[in-house]
């Protein structure tokens, strides 16, 4: 064992075999063991005797003028040991970060499981709501792009040939009832105008019927379908 003392009498130890456990020590007299651990093997602690990791820090680490970089090499795998940075919080907020231009920036794929909240604004090239299907939720969803609106609105479009007797039918999956509410339609004839109207249909996600007097030369049309999302 070593032994130190400064001129506040402050003693510093450096010893082995702290509890029977090989591994080098370094210990504040009447403060602490596990100051600094070397554990036999490799693993560094900073404030415990029992690091798990190749650095295990019991406390704060700031990096007041530089730059943390962690790369993770290891192949995928469950339990996310090929993930980069991992941060779990019992009490409060797992990562924090704060900047004048950019507090967090990520550079490829990223994934958040749990409430995600933004208080400012929020800005990307293409915004997508990925969820459970209403109508199979354990095996399927549904992705929707993001549209701009001052109201939640979820858009269905296309276009339709109209058949010999002036009519084209238009499914909508099932699940269309159970993600919005408030239909709204719109036909848009292609090549000239004719007295083209939307039939009424029994049930919202029902297939729609599109029609037009049959003595029109009007075959092609745009639909659109726009209600309001329930989600």
């Known amino acids: 064992m070593l032994s130190f003392e400064d ?42 005797t029992a690091p798990v990791a190749k650095l295990e820090v019991e406390g704060d680490v700031r990096v007041p003028h530089g730059q943390l970089f962690v790369t993770n090499d290891k192949p995928a795998a469950p339990f996310g040991v090929a993930n980069a940075v991992c941060a779990t919080s019992t009490n409060g907020t797992a990562v924090f970060a704060s900047g004048p231009t950019a507090a967090i920036a990520a550079i490829g794929p990223s994934q958040f499981t749990g409430n995600v909240e933004v208080s400012g604004t929020f800005t990307a090239g293409d915004k997508q709501c990925l969820i459970d299907s209403p109508s199979d939720p354990e095996n399927k969803t549904l992705t929707h792009a993001c549209i701009e609106s001052d109201e939640r609105f979820n858009i269905y479009s296309g276009n339709l040939v109209l058949d010999g007797n002036g009519e084209a039918r238009v499914a909508l999956p099932q699940w269309v009832a159970a993600f919005n509410t408030d239909f709204r339609y719109q036909l848009t004839c292609i090549g000239q105008a004719a007295p083209v109207y939307v039939a009424p249909a029994p049930r919202y996600y ?26």
């Open 7 to 48: 001129s506040s009498g402050t003693r510093w130890h450096v010893n082995q075999k702290l509890g029977g456990q090989s591994g080098l020590n370094f210990a504040e007299t009447g403060v602490a063991d596990g100051r600094l651990y070397l554990q036999a093997g490799g693993n560094v602690g900073i404030g415990t």
């Open 206 to 231: 029902a297939p729609r019927y599109y029609r037009h007097d049959p003595s029109g030369c009007v075959t092609r049309n745009g639909w659109s379908v726009k209600s309001t999302a329930t989600n």
